[in-house]
């Protein structure tokens, strides 16, 4: 039977576009209050279906986000909800409705597209670059002295979740706008994905607590966490799951962690997609005892060349001619000048050959082109183009999300 992919109409079809990714999960249906809180943020005809006989068998959406770049923000589309049914793997379904997807974000104004990849198998075919890594920590408490003494900043409190988003969400958005990977959340993201503590949500953990760092008459720093208490033989074997610590300046930053750090009852404090240039690392009197390790993060796609590489900041003026391979968004293909005087198409003779992918790793500023060349995933076709390359896109802040979507 043939299969059809076109967006979802109603809320019936999202729950069954839903479904396929929801059966990976170990679910034979999607949770209704998760699909709710997902057609609060991203619209209906955002989220496709591959239909096959009236029912979905694929499903693919992208939430409408405003992402933050190197100097500026960009119309973005998050992909999400990949899923296609196992009796129907392997028969270029996914293809098909990442074709219709990325083609209606281009058609919409959105430059760029980005995702959390289930595996790194997946997303390159499409023209998707590792772009950001995210850094997983588990620091035993009793190790974690900072290498000096600091005087207190502030003072913390707690605030009930129907409380946090005034307080919160204006840290959040100081440091999203400035912190490149990371999308402005609206008011009905914060209630519907991040200040909310569904049962299903917990997976045994304790209640999403928040606690607010105020300093000199303004919060300046949040966190969100839970604590999982646990005792052998009267001994605290516990932990606290950090969901989210943000903080507008580094004194902030150092506060909202040392408050953290000394919660009583906890043997472990534990945290994930953290930035990869933590201050923690800086902070702490034995890094290595932090078990920081990485993952990647954000695969970046460029879906409109010229106007992606236009939206960024050069940190260094001059420019360079890149040739561009785009197997699967042709009309990128081809020399493109790019740097602090624009971007545009050219006729000269280019200085680095990559493919689009590769492009989508140095856009936010997690690689450089001298990683991307000592990986052979740049052709140096002029002599001295990378090391020129690398002064102009090079950025002070390694990208980050903090969520996955
Ligand atoms: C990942 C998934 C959506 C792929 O769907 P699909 O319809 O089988 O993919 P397609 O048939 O369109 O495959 C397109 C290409 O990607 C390859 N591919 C797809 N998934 C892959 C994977 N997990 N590992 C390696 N290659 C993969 C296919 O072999 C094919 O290669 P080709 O173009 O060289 O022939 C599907 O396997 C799935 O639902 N997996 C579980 C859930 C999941 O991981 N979702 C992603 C969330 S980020």
Redesign the pocket.
């Known amino acids: 039977m043939d299969v059809v992919v076109r967006p979802c109409a109603s809320a019936e079809e999202v729950k069954q576009a839903i479904a ?2 929801t059966t ?1 999960f170990g679910r034979s249906a999607p949770n209704q209050d998760a699909m709710e809180r997902l057609m609060r943020v991203m619209p209906t005809e955002r989220i496709y279906g591959a239909w096959e006989g009236g029912r979905a068998v ?1 499903g693919l959406g992208a939430f409408p986000f405003q992402q933050t770049v190197p100097g500026g923000r960009v119309p973005a589309a998050g992909v999400t909800i ?4 196992p009796t ?9 409705m990442m074709r219709a997807l990325l083609d209606a974000a281009r058609a919409r104004g959105e430059p760029v597209a980005s ?5 790194g ?2 997303y390159g ?1 499409f023209g998707f670059g590792l772009a950001s890594f995210a850094a997983e920590m588990d620091l035993a408490r009793d190790r974690s002295a900072f290498y000096a003494p600091f005087p207190t900043c502030g003072r913390v409190r707690l605030v009930s979740l129907d409380a946090a988003e005034e307080l919160v969400a204006p840290i959040y958005e100081r440091v999203a706008v400035e912190t490149p990977g990371m999308f402005a959340r609206s008011p009905t993201w914060w209630q519907a994905r991040i200040l909310t503590d569904p049962e299903w949500r917990r997976r045994g953990s304790g209640d999403l607590q928040c606690a607010v760092l105020e300093h000199e008459g303004r919060p300046r720093g949040y966190a969100l966490y839970r604590i999982n208490p646990a005792f052998k033989r009267g001994v605290q074997t516990g932990s606290i799951e950090v969901i989210e610590a943000m903080a507008d300046s580094p004194q902030a930053t150092r506060g909202i962690w040392r408050y953290l750090l000394d919660i009583d009852w906890v043997a472990h404090v534990k945290a994930d997609l953290l930035p990869m240039d933590h201050p923690l690392l800086l902070l702490m009197a034995e890094p290595r005892r932090l078990g920081f390790s990485l993952h990647d993060g954000l695969w970046v796609r460029l879906l409109d060349v010229e106007t992606a590489m236009s939206a960024r900041s050069y940190e260094a003026r001059g420019s360079l001619v890149v040739e561009l391979i785009d197997e699967f968004c042709c009309w990128n293909a081809g020399c493109w000048r790019v740097g602090s005087d624009g971007v545009e198409r050219t006729d000269e003779s280019p200085g680095l050959r990559c493919d689009v992918s590769a492009l989508g790793s140095v856009y936010l500023g997690g690689f450089s082109w001298s990683q991307l060349a000592r990986a052979l995933r740049v052709q140096e076709l002029l002599p001295g183009a990378i090391a020129h390359a690398d002064t102009i896109f090079q950025t002070g802040k390694a990208p980050w999300c903090p969520e996955i979507f």
């Open positions: 396929p990714i990976y694929g990949a899923g296609v049914l129907h793997r392997r028969q270029g379904i996914l293809r098909a995702l959390w990849a289930s595996e198998t997946i075919r």
